[in-house]
């Protein structure tokens, strides 16, 4: 794979197009996330970043990457924001979400400022990722392959969703790109100075996310196949020849590399052991107890009580480990209408599917199709020559073989971005188109001309999509999979609505409530719907903030939903209404008097309190609330929305008639008010 030989433009003209596609990818990043709400996780990202710096803790949410928390928090470090109160139980219990609830809504913080510097922060990762694959890509193919990789990655929506965003996804997606490059490119030069940035990068990756770990088989995959190859190993001066000597040699390096990686480590949890600041008031415990996390994960429960026993690494980091392990076991998931505690191994691929423009999956369809034209093409004494070119892929097919490998196997079925890593790689790969249109044995201008004129008019489809899809790229869904307005039906949660469209929420109601009409809302996220003016009676929501859940009773008017709790991914009655549940529910509906007179005089019902105590009666209104909105949904989801807000917040205006019976009535009117839903056009 030789570069071409004529430059298509004078290099400086080619950095100006490099630095402008980059900073047109991070302006469509960032300006896309001004008019958006917290998503769930920013919250804790940004608050956890805070307390490592400012408090010096590393108790609060150890599991998501300790580097990227501390680079988005900086801009508020730096400019002074107001701890919470170390005195609180939040802090005691470690639950990061009450003390970043705190942190953001309860103390006078401009929490949107810090936001929105946070989100710039990340967004230098996802510039510098794209820098990346450009200088990857124009090693393997050249200018004009560099600017096609280039030119597909600057407007993928999926990098404009998650790229400035606080948490650690976009970080880990330049730092897999990076290691992987950085290692294999050590293994070439050999210097003392490809090793250092190599073992550097590899550390950074280290504190990054725990998904690093995967970095390892890759390491051993890459050394394998230099060790194989005929040319000499030189490292560190030293030059080996026999595979016997490069593996040894080889394995001594990666040693080196993995305690710079430890070293790494202890630097960025302070040089310390103890994940307590022991200048602060004692807390309890991490937000789950240590002895239950590492009994629920087997014998690496076992490697990490060991490597605690002899504080070979900091007690937060060894925490997060186990944490992150444990929660891959058993997590609730969404895909196309069914549920499933472990997950399936199509739903990656799935998500794939659905997530990925329709122009990007055709011009991946044409970059293989052209790449095994080549391939049969050769005759077999020809097809030697294609080792060479297959060995300079290595790593990054290592990249991707073994990420797609680990991401079928793993229960954690939440989010189409836990496969970011393995785009770039399909960007770069995607320079080979580039580098076939300034080929001399392209000689037929009709081909050249043809395959320039296809991959431009797919790259401008592409562009276009994206362009038309501002501002809402967290809720990006191709037309394979019937567009974002159809994005609820086969996932939810991150790869859709994340709590982002809180803004866009109140911008509808402005326009659309009528005087007086009442507003339901029940919303999957962890920012504050009245911080927005949002005046609503609150649904069942995943998490409360030990707000006060007030008792109502539904009536016709405007019912907002998120899209995860309408497919009730995190509630109790999740999945079909079954008869079962429409039984508990009647029994329970014939409380509705008792509730309803509790609510009015909650202490005057002397006789109903002393059948059930007020915990009972609460237990009771749980249940029932919950049954409630489970049957509200049934039929939701067979009604077509009157309106959507960023596509991740569904708005239903319902009639008395619908209320009753969705909620009101026996089992037979609900199963006909969802026929009849059905059959609407």
């Not at 401008?460 to 191709?478: E, I, K, Q």
């Amino acid at each position: 794979m030789k570069p071409p030989t004529r430059p298509a433009l004078p290099s400086w003209s080619i950095w100006v197009l490099v630095f402008g596609l980059l900073g047109l990818n991070y302006a469509l990043a960032i300006g896309s996330k001004r008019n958006h709400s917290t998503t769930s996780d920013e919250i804790a990202h940004l608050t956890a970043g805070y307390a490592y710096w400012r408090l010096g803790d590393y108790r609060m949410h150890p599991e998501n990457g300790n580097l990227p928390q501390r680079w988005a928090a900086l801009p508020a470090v730096l400019a002074g924001a107001k701890p919470p109160s170390v005195e609180s139980e939040a802090w005691r219990k470690s639950d990061i979400w009450m003390f970043g609830h705190e942190f953001f809504y309860g103390i006078g913080n401009d929490h949107e400022r810090w936001l929105l510097a946070g989100r710039a922060m990340i967004g230098l990762f996802l510039a510098g990722t794209g820098l990346l694959a450009f200088l990857w890509s124009r090693r393997l193919w050249g200018t004009t392959g560099a600017l096609v990789t280039l030119g597909f990655y600057a407007f993928c929506p999926n990098f404009l969703a998650h790229g400035a965003l606080i948490t650690s996804d976009m970080c880990m997606v330049f730092f897999f790109l990076a290691t992987v490059g950085a290692y294999w490119r050590h293994l070439h030069t050999g210097t003392w100075t490809s090793g250092a940035v190599s073992a550097g990068v590899f550390g950074l990756a280290c504190v990054a996310k725990f998904s690093a770990a995967l970095i390892l088989p890759m390491m051993v995959i890459m050394a394998a196949a230099r060790a194989c190859h005929p040319e000499p190993l030189r490292l560190g001066g030293r030059v080996y020849h026999g595979r016997g000597a490069k593996f040894g040699a080889l394995a001594a390096s990666t040693l080196v590399q993995g305690l710079v990686a430890m070293a790494v480590i202890w630097i960025f949890y302070g040089l310390r052991y103890s994940a307590f600041n022991p200048e602060l008031p004692a807390a309890e415990n991490f937000s789950r107890p240590w002895d239950w996390i590492c009994g629920r994960i087997g014998f690496q429960g076992d490697v990490v009580n060991a490597m605690a026993a002899g504080r070979l690494l900091p007690q937060g980091y060894l925490y997060g480990y186990a944490y992150t392990i444990e929660s891959c076991i058993t997590r609730g998931s969404f895909l196309d209408g069914a549920y499933s505690d472990f997950g399936w191994i199509s739903f990656f691929p799935k998500a794939f599917l659905y997530k990925t423009p329709d122009a990007l999956l055709l011009v991946l369809a044409l970059g293989l199709a052209l790449a095994a034209v080549r391939i049969v093409r050769q005759p077999p004494p020809r097809l030697a020559a294609f080792g060479p070119q297959l060995y300079q892929l290595t790593p990054l097919l290592t990249l991707f073989i073994v990420y797609w490998a680990f991401s079928l196997s793993t229960n954690l079925n939440i989010g189409h971005r836990h496969i970011l890593p393995t785009y770039p790689v399909l960007f770069i790969l995607l320079g080979g188109l580039g580098w076939l249109l300034t080929q001399d044995r392209m000689q037929r201008p009709t081909g050249r001309l043809a395959l320039a004129g296809l991959t431009g008019g797919l790259w401008l489809w592409f562009a276009a999509d994206t362009v038309r899809a501002y501002p809402h790229y967290l809720a990006y869904f191709n037309r394979v999979s019937g567009g974002p307005e159809n994005g609820y039906r086969h996932l939810v949660d991150s790869s859709l609505d994340w709590g982002q469209d809180l803004p866009t929420l109140k911008q509808w109601l402005d326009a659309n409530q009528r005087p007086g009409e009442p507003v339901y809302l029940a919303y999957f996220g962890t920012s504050k719907p009245a911080f927005y003016g949002i005046n609503a009676t609150r649904m069942p929501t995943l998490h409360e903030f030990n707000e006060i859940t007030p008792w109502y009773w539904p009536e016709p008017g405007l019912y907002a939903l998120s899209a995860t709790m309408l497919q009730h991914v995190y509630l109790p009655y999740r999945g079909p209404w079954t008869p079962a549940r429409e039984q508990e529910y009647q029994l329970l509906r014939r409380l509705d008097p008792y509730f309803r007179a509790l609510k009015a005089d909650p202490y005057g019902h002397p006789d109903l309190l002393r059948e059930i105590t007020p915990l009972g009666w609460s237990a009771k209104w749980y249940q029932y609330e919950q049954l409630r909105f489970a049957r509200l949904c049934q039929y939701l989801r067979a009604r077509r929305p009157d309106a959507m807000a960023g596509y991740s917040i569904l708005i239903y205006r319902l009639t008395q008639e619908e209320v009753d019976a969705a909620l009101n009535g026996p089992a037979s009117r609900l199963e006909s008010a969802i026929a009849q839903a059905l059959a609407a056009p």
